[in-house]
């Protein structure tokens, strides 16, 4: 191969190399909702298209997967050590942007026909959250804009929600309220700029 057209195909490597730890990085605003998408404009895309197939709205999703991930692709439950020294596993199969387990991606890979998905994926992990907002509407009849009561019955179960198993747990109903908050401040920054994200402004 000419040094120089081996010259142009290191630094072709060496792009998409970079470019591919850019998407991967969390945004460098993740509090606010309209930097998030003018930063990543594959993620908004794949927020438009959650919301299109499950009808949730784009920032309920993005709440609950902050909380459970900070959005990072893959974001694990942490090890746990026998006597500080000894590793003897994570305290759950947990994983990805939106920490789903291995058994409950199985069976959104299983109903939704999305057998090629992967947890590191953020478009895969938006419908995730998408689909199991629908479904905890369909079986607990919690509304999909009910950003406190989806991120309970994301985290309990939807036969944990039913059964109340949250009004054990001080700490995850003080969480779940976080989760509102924010869902709340990114649906207003939301309003502020999906005008212009949607006709092409900013970096599209």
Request: charged residues 20%.
């Amino acid at each position: 191969m000419p040094q120089t057209s081996r010259r142009l195909a290191i630094c072709s490597l060496l792009g998409t190399a970079l470019l591919a730890g850019c998407s991967s990085a969390p945004p460098r605003k993740p509090d606010n909702l309209c930097a998030i998408f003018e930063e990543k404009s594959d993620w908004y895309a794949a927020a438009l298209d959650m919301n299109k197939r499950w009808g949730t709205p784009v920032h309920v999703p993005m709440a609950i997967m902050y909380q459970e991930s900070g959005f990072r692709h893959d974001a694990r439950p942490p090890m746990r050590w026998f006597l500080g020294l000894i590793p003897y596993g994570r305290a759950s199969s947990a994983y990805g942007y939106s920490q789903a387990k291995t058994g409950t991606w199985s069976d959104y890979e299983r109903e939704t026909g999305n057998s090629w998905s992967s947890r590191d994926d953020f478009s895969d992990a938006m419908d995730f959250v998408g689909w199991y907002t629908h479904k905890t509407q369909s079986l607990n009849g919690v509304s999909k804009w009910d950003a406190r009561n989806q991120y309970l019955a994301y985290h309990e179960g939807w036969g944990g929600y039913r059964n109340q198993s949250y009004n054990a747990k001080g700490w995850l109903l003080g969480v779940a309220s976080k989760v509102d908050q924010r869902s709340r401040r990114y649906a207003s920054q939301y309003n502020q700029c999906k005008d212009e994200l949607s006709t092409g402004g900013w970096f599209w």
